[in-house]
């Protein structure tokens, strides 16, 4: 039997009407557009003390096992790595705020992964995705797309923060958001003309064209030409993180420390359960994976995967490996469908390890394009919402702008059923709400009353 009949008996490329061609170029899309994870990831961890090549390589090595996993496991073309927003949360609040070390905060991130798993097993998180309101799905969607919209004109530079009013256009004589508004035009042209890999050019094409453009800022040019293989022993480089995670010493700091530790592990949790249900709920219903009941087949596999990452992540010595929404859409968009698109993604994340100065110089004002080109795709499920009905309209709303405004894919979720659980009590519709939906309110609220208290 050839390679492309095993490929295609094992992910049913054909059933999924693709191919070993689209979803490579698929999961090299994905890829690329999740290679600043590789530089972001090691800078921020290596403020708590931690070793930045070490971290660079638990990243790649941890990602790698997390896409196989999705890939082999669910037939979902979705890429896993190191959550950005937690490796924040990791060093400036848990290791900074709480005084922890970087060991115990690993082991904080390993309880949140095992405990994940074990929701698993008793079936709580496929129930969680089910439940979910229909006008919620459709919103995480939308929201999600406007969330990726939002971080690529950030990291491009064309929308940037304001001291007196909040947000502003970037400045237009800067280089580098001119040619991010080249890569978006040329990248919104190829979409339009369907030209097969179109997205996947656009990366390229302004990671070229960087190489002959200086920064203003750092008087460099944006694309960094460092070479090609760096060559490194696995183990030395693994070494000052792999299995470093230490329990001792976590709960010595007297009742009140000993609480914000268990809310450590708790705001782990509610983040990598409430994003990974979001990316799959939102991203699944515009792949088409969504069934005519409204579920996700395999969302518990999927969020098992996502769980065990993290577990897997601590151990390596990295903070919580989740799903990567803005970066799967990508891959999605190009055409991707099935488990090998993420089995590409998991392959290349190795070979980063050989190639890191290849694929590290990839500036962000390449991958920016795409992420807008992602966040105006994801915005179609609005279409099939009656925002003519406040009850609706209202938690739609809410989920969309608290998840953009934000910038927390968790929040929007959390304040969306909020706004739905109390958008059905004013319209007397109480008792129509599911069991599941009650206690979702009731541990959001409690999350609510905790980070009061705890933040």
Same mark, same amino acid.
């Given at each position: 039997?050839?390679?492309?009949?095993?490929?295609?008996?094992?992910?049913?490329?054909?059933?999924?009407?693709?191919?070993?061609?689209?979803?490579?170029?698929?999961?090299?899309?994905?890829?690329?557009?999740?290679?600043?994870?590789?530089?972001?990831?090691?800078?921020?961890?290596?403020?708590?003390?931690?070793?930045?090549?070490?971290?660079?390589?638990?990243?790649?090595?941890?990602?790698?096992?997390?896409?196989?996993?999705?890939?082999?496991?669910?037939?979902?073309?979705?890429?896993?790595?190191?959550?950005?927003?937690?490796?924040?949360?990791?060093?400036?609040?848990?290791?900074?705020?709480?005084?922890?070390?970087?060991?115990?905060?690993?082991?904080?991130?390993?309880?949140?992964?095992?405990?994940?798993?074990?929701?698993?097993?008793?079936?709580?998180?496929?129930?969680?995705?089910?439940?979910?309101?229909?006008?919620?799905?459709?919103?995480?969607?939308?929201?999600?797309?406007?969330?990726?919209?939002?971080?690529?004109?950030?990291?491009?530079?064309?929308?940037?923060?304001?001291?007196?009013?909040?947000?502003?256009?970037?400045?237009?004589?800067?280089?580098?958001?001119?040619?991010?508004?080249?890569?978006?035009?040329?990248?919104?042209?190829?979409?339009?003309?369907?030209?097969?890999?179109?997205? +996947?050019?656009?990366? =390229? #094409?302004?990671? @070229?064209?960087? /190489? !002959?453009?200086?920064? &203003?800022?750092?008087? *460099? %040019?944006?694309?960094?030409?460092?070479?090609?293989?760096?060559?490194?022993?696995?183990?030395?480089?693994?070494?000052?993180?792999?299995?470093?995670?230490?329990?001792?010493?976590?709960?010595?700091?007297?009742?009140?420390?000993?609480?914000?530790?268990?809310?450590?592990?708790?705001?782990?949790?509610?983040?990598?359960?409430?994003?990974?249900?979001?990316?799959?709920?939102?991203?699944?219903?515009?792949?088409?994976?969504?069934?005519?009941?409204?579920?996700?087949?395999?969302?518990?596999?999927?969020?098992?995967?996502?769980?065990?990452?993290?577990?897997?992540?601590?151990?390596?010595?990295?903070?919580?490996?989740?799903?990567?929404?803005?970066?799967?859409?990508?891959?999605?968009?190009?055409?991707?469908?099935?488990?090998?698109?993420?089995?590409?993604?998991? +392959?290349?994340?190795? =070979? #980063?390890?050989? @190639?890191?100065? /290849? !694929?590290?110089?990839? &500036?962000?004002?390449? *991958? %920016?394009?795409?992420?807008?080109?992602?966040?105006?795709?994801?915005?179609?499920?609005?279409?099939?919402?009656?925002?003519?009905?406040?009850?609706?309209?209202?938690?739609?709303?809410?989920?969309?702008?608290?998840?953009?405004?934000?910038?927390?894919?968790?929040?929007?979720?959390?304040?969306?059923?909020?706004?739905?659980?109390?958008?059905?009590?004013?319209?007397?519709?109480?008792?129509?709400?599911?069991?599941?939906?009650?206690?979702?309110?009731?541990?959001?609220?409690?999350?609510?009353?905790?980070?009061?208290?705890?933040?």
């Amino acid at each position: 039997m050839s390679l492309t009949a095993i490929l295609d008996k094992r992910f049913q490329l054909a059933t999924n009407r693709t191919n070993i061609r689209t979803e490579f170029i698929a999961g090299l899309t994905t890829f690329l557009t999740c290679t600043y994870i590789l530089a972001v990831n090691p800078a921020i961890l290596s403020s708590t003390g931690m070793d930045a090549k070490a971290v660079l390589w638990a990243t790649a090595i941890s990602s790698a096992l997390s896409c196989f996993a999705m890939g082999l496991m669910t037939n979902y073309p979705f890429a896993l790595a190191p959550a950005m927003g937690l490796n924040a949360y990791f060093a400036y609040t848990v290791c900074g705020t709480l005084g922890l070390s970087w060991q115990n905060a690993l082991a904080c991130v390993f309880v949140e992964g095992v405990s994940f798993c074990l929701l698993s097993f008793i079936g709580v998180q496929e129930k969680i995705v089910n439940a979910i309101p229909e006008c919620i799905k459709q919103a995480i969607s939308a929201a999600i797309g406007f969330f990726i919209a939002f971080a690529g004109l950030n990291n491009a530079g064309i929308i940037i923060s304001d001291p007196n009013n909040l947000l502003q256009l970037g400045d237009l004589q800067n280089p580098g958001m001119q040619l991010a508004l080249l890569g978006i035009l040329l990248t919104a042209g190829l979409v339009i003309k369907r030209v097969k890999g179109g997205i +996947l050019i656009g990366i =390229l #094409a302004i990671t @070229f064209i960087g /190489l !002959f453009v200086t920064n &203003p800022v750092t008087g *460099t %040019a944006y694309t960094q030409w460092n070479g090609i293989i760096a060559l490194e022993n696995p183990i030395a480089a693994l070494s000052p993180t792999f299995f470093k995670l230490r329990f001792s010493g976590l709960f010595t700091g007297g009742i009140v420390a000993a609480i914000g530790v268990l809310f450590a592990m708790f705001s782990f949790l509610f983040v990598d359960l409430f994003d990974s249900i979001g990316v799959l709920v939102g991203v699944g219903i515009k792949a088409g994976f969504i069934n005519e009941k409204g579920e996700l087949p395999h969302a518990g596999k999927a969020l098992f995967v996502s769980a065990a990452g993290a577990a897997v992540g601590a151990l390596l010595g990295t903070q919580t490996v989740t799903v990567f929404g803005a970066e799967s859409t990508t891959g999605i968009a190009e055409g991707g469908r099935t488990g090998l698109t993420a089995c590409v993604t998991g +392959l290349l994340f190795l =070979l #980063a390890l050989l @190639f890191t100065p /290849l !694929f590290l110089m990839i &500036p962000p004002i390449a *991958t %920016a394009p795409a992420l807008i080109m992602v966040g105006i795709f994801m915005i179609e499920p609005l279409m099939h919402v009656d925002l003519s009905d406040t009850t609706v309209a209202f938690p739609v709303f809410i989920c969309v702008a608290f998840m953009a405004f934000t910038f927390n894919i968790a929040y929007g979720i959390l304040f969306g059923l909020l706004a739905f659980t109390g958008g059905q009590v004013f319209a007397g519709n109480a008792r129509r709400l599911t069991p599941t939906t009650w206690i979702l309110t009731g541990v959001f609220i409690l999350y609510l009353v905790l980070e009061i208290i705890f933040r």
